[in-house]
């Protein structure tokens, strides 16, 4: 899976894991293995990678930090629905939306956000 790389590389490290948490859960599901172990463990790592974000966000008085703040919720609230689904619904949520929801997060309010980041010279400590 490609996903766009930003000007912020402290963000682009937190999404290059993710995909590669992401992909290991794909792997999974067309194996048709139980997941309940690494479903856990990926939304475990979204909720550090969007942590990670609202935390610098805040850090540097971000304009835009609700909205981004409330996209991140509005998913992960998604994620938390998933546990105990099967894993056809599991990989259809996956392929078919938040796969697609992902690319246009990082294309749009994290592309303005890692813009932000460069711009002001934001450091992570
Ligand atoms: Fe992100
Ligand atoms: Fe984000």
Not at 15 to 42: A, M, P, S, W
Not at 74 to 87: A, P, T
């Amino acid at each position: 899976m490609e996903i766009k790389m930003l000007n912020f590389e402290p963000m682009n490290d937190v999404h290059l894991n993710e995909v590669k948490l992401l992909e290991k859960l794909l792997k999974e599901l067309d194996e048709n293995k139980d997941v309940t172990d690494t479903l856990e463990k990926f939304i475990r790592d979204v909720e550090k990678h969007f942590a990670f974000e609202e935390d610098l966000m805040k850090k540097y008085d971000f304009f835009a930090y609700f909205p981004h703040k409330m996209e991140h919720d509005k998913i992960l609230n998604e994620l938390y629905s998933l546990r105990g689904k099967d894993n056809e619904y599991l990989k259809k949520y996956f392929k078919e939306h938040f796969i697609p929801w992902l690319d246009n997060h990082i294309l749009t309010i994290d592309t303005v956000t890692a813009g932000f980041f460069y711009m002001i010279g934001a450091e992570i400590t």
